[in-house]
T-cell receptor, first 111, second 115 residues
Framework: GENVEQHPSTLSVQEGDSAVIKCTYS??????FPWYKQELGKGPQLIID?????GEKKDQRIAVTLNKTAKHFSLHITETQPEDSAVYFC??????????FGQGTRLTINP | GAVVSQHPSWVICKSGTSVKIECRSL??????MFWYRQFPKQSLMLMAT?????????EQGVEKDKFLINHASLTLSTLTVTSAHPEDSSFYIC???????????FGQGTRLTVV
């Protein structure tokens, strides 16, 4: 089955700087890669996603890149703000919609 | 994105009692419902997958007689934790699915505390 590895487990950046979180996956059949932001006591919130036929996708300060050959994808947050502080999860999904999550990254934005 | 309503958001129950958690898909027909569990500072782990009108499929290590899942309609699925114990205390989250639609949205989660 699919296995998703996520790094780093914790990340602390200064407000205004960029943050990058990386994930690798094992199953080349995976075709959808969502990223979630989870705040304390809440369910995961989908922030951006990318499909296997696309190499990069951007939405304002958030971007995701996908390298199918290397089987890794990354989340990039630019101009970070305090409200970006949260736990971020990457995931990979195959056709049967079974999501496999990374271990999570606790992002802290320092004012 | 999809609108998913999960209730209750939190519940405290005594050991040995049962708790029911509801997940409603408000703006699309959920042919599939995924139930996840998340322990503190850990990732989400899939517990079971149910298809509307049929029995749920449970992941390895998840007791099907303890975590009863009902998916009788395309808009509602329930998870009942039976004979709850303190080790069942966790954050339970649902995610509806629909056919080939791959966007994945979650409910708000239910914090269960068993005392």
């Amino acid at each position: 089955g699919e296995n998703v590895e996520q790094h780093p487990s914790t990340l602390s950046v200064q407000e205004g700087d960029s943050a990058v979180i990386k994930c690798t996956y094992s199953d080349s059949a995976s075709n959808y890669f969502p990223w979630y932001k989870q705040e304390l006591g809440k369910g995961p919130q989908l922030i951006i996603d990318i499909r296997s036929n696309v190499g990069e996708k951007k939405d304002q300060r958030i971007a995701v890149t996908l390298n199918k050959t290397a089987k890794h994808f990354s989340l990039h947050i630019t101009e970070t703000q305090p409200e970006d502080s949260a736990v971020y999860f990457c995931a990979a999904i195959q056709g049967a919609q079974k999501l496999v999550f990374g271990q999570g990254t606790r992002l802290t934005i320092n004012p | 994105g999809a609108v998913v309503s999960q209730h209750p958001s939190w519940v405290i129950c005594k050991s040995g009692t049962s708790v029911k958690i509801e997940c409603r898909s408000l703006d699309f027909q959920a042919t599939t419902m995924f139930w996840y569990r998340q322990f503190p500072k850990q990732s989400l782990m899939l517990m079971a997958t149910s298809n509307e009108g049929s029995k749920a499929t449970y992941e390895q290590g998840v007791e099907k007689d303890k975590f009863l899942i009902n998916h009788a309609s395309l808009t509602l699925s329930t998870l009942t934790v039976t004979s709850a114990h303190p080790e069942d205390s966790s954050f339970y989250i649902c995610r509806p699915g629909q056919g080939l639609v791959t966007e994945a949205f979650f409910g708000q989660g239910t914090r269960l505390t068993v005392v």
